[in-house]
């Protein structure tokens, strides 16, 4: 299988010079899919019915097939789902902004403070709601008992053409899987966060909406949270600083210390009563938009 793998990854590359639209970290090539999908977490085992009560169902609520997951994502998603999970705490899943906490510019922060509490990420690059299925339907979560999972998951969607109803309707079906595999865990999901230079870019007020969706969709759900932590890349004017993002879609190292003061607090809640939220770094402030600055190496 991973044979075949390579040789679809090395097909995909050499069709790249065909029209694509952009993504969080810039993989494309999704078909055009209906994502008509999600579900509500409740106090008995998820049923047809209970995904019916609240949407229409489509082919969008099942794992996609492997020719519109583009190989890299693929690729990725089974070496991450084959890989000694080990017995974490807390377990990250979604797209770039997750995958580089660990294996980016967040990597020294990662290194630091959330790896020594049992957490690993297995972000993806380029993920969006239905790939993360995929990995989900690899057994990602299987033979592990984690206090919390961690979805950072939609932002794809919406680069590659998704509404809002439609990304916010495949991160409430990401977290009914997750709910099923781990029926003991707290699942965490992360608002979408701001991205792009002006504050009136359309990407903004799409992240806003859906964020809105999901957070009045998972109200209702005892094992489910969501947290919007947006605001803390924010400019008093709205803009982004290259400080805490350096292309505007992505943290920086700074931008990773900045989110792990914000998370850790709400992790804390759901992990063992001795546990302690670690020292960390005092925040830099930040004086608007700037230069990028160096990045350590990941």
């Known amino acids: 299988m991973i044979a075949s793998l390579f040789t679809s990854l090395a097909q995909w590359f050499r069709?790249?010079?065909?029209p694509r639209s952009r993504t969080l970290f810039g993989h494309t090539g999704f078909s055009t899919l209906s994502r008509k999908r999600g579900c509500e977490r409740c106090s008995s085992p998820l049923t047809v019915e209970v995904l019916e009560a609240r949407y229409l169902l489509s082919s969008a609520t099942t794992v996609p097939p492997l020719s519109?997951?583009?190989?890299?994502?693929?690729?990725?998603?089974?070496l991450f789902a084959s890989q000694p999970k080990g017995d974490p705490t807390v377990v990250f899943v979604g797209d770039s902004i997750s995958y580089q906490y660990a294996y980016g510019p967040g990597a020294p922060v990662w290194a630091e403070y959330m790896a020594p509490?049992?957490?690993?990420?297995?972000?993806v690059q380029?993920?969006?709601t239905q790939s993360l299925l995929f990995q989900l339907s690899l057994g990602q979560l299987a033979g592990i008992h984690p206090a919390v999972v961690v979805v950072d998951i939609g932002a794809n969607n919406l680069l590659q053409g998704d509404t809002p109803q439609e990304?916010?309707?495949?991160?409430l079906t990401d977290v009914a899987v997750i709910h099923q595999a781990q029926p003991q865990a707290e699942v965490i999901v992360l608002g979408i966060l701001p991205g792009e230079p002006s504050p009136s870019d359309p990407y903004r007020s799409?992240?806003?909406?859906?964020n809105q969706l999901v957070s009045q969709m998972l109200a209702g759900d005892p094992y489910a949270t969501f947290l919007d932590l947006g605001s803390i890349f924010l400019q008093p004017d709205g803009t982004i600083s290259t400080t805490l993002m350096y292309d505007h879609l992505h943290p920086?190292?700074?931008?990773?210390?900045?989110l792990t003061h914000a998370l850790l607090p709400t992790l804390?809640?759901?992990?063992?009563?001795d546990f302690t939220v670690p020292s960390l770094p005092s925040i830099a402030p930040v004086s608007g938009p700037s230069t990028p600055i160096a990045l350590s190496p990941s």
Do not use: C, F
């Open 68 to 78: 519109e997951i583009p190989p890299a994502i693929v690729l990725m998603d089974v």
């Open 117 to 123: 509490l049992g957490m690993v990420d297995y972000g």
């Open 268 to 273: 804390s809640q759901y992990l063992a009563r």
């Open 252 to 258: 920086t190292e700074q931008g990773y210390l900045d």
């Open 206 to 210: 799409l992240g806003k909406q859906t």
């Open 15 to 18: 069709r790249r010079n065909r």
């Open 126 to 128: 380029g993920q969006t």
């Open 167 to 171: 990304a916010a309707a495949g991160v």
